[in-house]
Nanobody, 123 residues
Framework: QVQLVESGGGLVQAGGSLRLSCAAS????????MGWFRQAPGKEREFVAAISRSATYYADSVKGRFTISRDNVQNTLYLQMNSLKPEDTAVYYC??????????????????WGQGTQVTVSS
């Protein structure tokens, strides 16, 4: 059974940092494009960042502040979030595409999802 489990969310003051982790089990995702999305209350789910085997992609709103990375040995995806702002408050989800598909900013194109972790940034 494939599972993606996020962790690392919490409450942080504006300007602070958090590191999210997404542990995958049930299969290896080293050849899958993976991404992070977020959903704030009353808003649609939006793209945050994605990573293929060789490249990374970011939403303009987080570029320069967030860094996506992966450890294929540990089968884990990360999102380092620095200089956090109140508008970054949301539930953050990790996701994976089917094998050999490229990265996408469209959440509908991701096959596997975690349960989400809450990030709250206070002003």
């Amino acid at each position: 059974q494939v599972q993606l489990v996020e962790s690392g969310g919490g409450l942080v003051q504006a300007g602070g940092s958090l590191r999210l982790s997404c542990a995958a089990s049930g299969r290896t995702f080293s050849r899958n494009a993976m991404g992070w999305f977020r959903q704030a209350p009353g808003k649609e789910r939006e793209f945050v960042a994605a990573i293929s085997r060789s490249a990374t992609y970011y939403a303009d709103s987080v570029k320069g502040r967030f860094t996506i990375s992966r450890d294929n040995v540990q089968n884990t995806l990360y999102l380092q979030m620095n200089s956090l702002k109140p508008e970054d408050t949301a539930v953050y989800y990790c996701a994976a595409r089917y094998i050999l598909y490229g990265v996408s900013m469209n959440s509908d194109e991701y096959a596997y999802w975690g349960q989400g972790t809450q990030v709250t940034v206070s002003s």
